[in-house]
T-cell receptor, first 115, second 116 residues
Framework: AQKITQTQPGMFVQEKEAVTLDCTYD???????LFWYKQPSSGEMIFLIY??????QNATEGRYSLNFQKARKSANLVISASQLGDSAMYFC????????????FGSGTRLLVRP | NAGVTQTPKFQVLKTGQSMTLQCAQD?????MYWYRQDPGMGLRLIYY???????DKGEVPNGYNVSRLNKREFSLRLESAAPSQTSVYFC???????????????FGSGTQLSVL
């Protein structure tokens, strides 16, 4: 069964520094997609970045990058130059293969950026 | 563009009451989903509809039913609400395709449901 694990319930980072949020996954499928979403205190879910299982390069989107280590089944999110507005919950998610296309989420990491 | 629209935004129910959460998307997406988010936790999939005319159970389907009314609309029904169903409910949609493609979910703004 598909599973996503985020082992850091909470993280602190100093403004302007980089931070890594951990995510490991478990799947027997060869084809899958990994996603990171941000949920600020307002509650909406904001898509950040995507990594496909066949992508050879690590995904990057502005200040966000994904450290994808397929053999270790990890997909860590790296936020560079943290800003106060980055304070939020961050969720890792994986799309299950086959015909269902459903997305399964981890339990999240709460990031607090200190000024 | 409206994107994904959920109604209502807030609802308070008494135990045993029934209600339907409505969700509509105007992006011509094939797949639609219902998630619940309990305090301090991630989103758990209740039901999903990979395409019009099909629905499947997710991780936590007990106590819920769904209807994919048409391509745009996907409703979630609580037949007999229980306090354990107090949660924030999110509807989402996506274009259906292969799993390894960049098909992100578009989320509605959520429904805060309290069952007393």
């Amino acid at each position: 069964a598909q599973k996503i694990t985020q082992t850091q319930p909470g993280m602190f980072v100093q403004e302007k520094e980089a931070v890594t949020l951990d995510c490991t996954y478990d799947t027997s499928d060869q084809s899958y997609g990994l996603f990171w979403y941000k949920q600020p205190s307002s509650g909406e879910m904001i898509f950040l970045i995507y990594q496909g299982s066949y992508d050879e390069q690590n995904a990057t989107e502005g200040r966000y990058s994904l450290n994808f280590q397929k053999a270790r089944k990890s997909a860590n999110l790296v936020i560079s130059a943290s800003q106060l507005g980055d304070s939020a919950m961050y969720f890792c998610a994986m799309r299950e293969s086959g015909s269902s296309y459903k997305l399964i989420f981890g339990s999240g990491t709460r990031l607090l950026v200190r000024p | 563009n409206a994107g994904v629209t959920q109604t209502p935004k807030f609802q308070v129910l008494k135990t045993g009451q029934s209600m339907t959460l409505q969700c509509a998307q105007d992006m011509n997406h094939n797949s639609m989903y219902w998630y619940r988010q309990d305090p301090g936790m991630g989103l758990r999939l209740i039901y999903y509809s990979a395409s019009e005319g099909t629905t499947d159970k997710g991780e936590v389907p007990n106590g819920y039913n769904v209807s994919r009314l048409n391509k745009r609309e996907f409703s979630l029904r609580l037949e007999s609400a229980a306090p354990s169903q107090t949660s924030v409910y999110f509807c989402a949609s996506a274009i259906r395709g292969a799993p390894s493609t960049n098909e992100k979910l578009f989320f509605g703004s959520g429904t805060q449901l309290s069952v007393l």
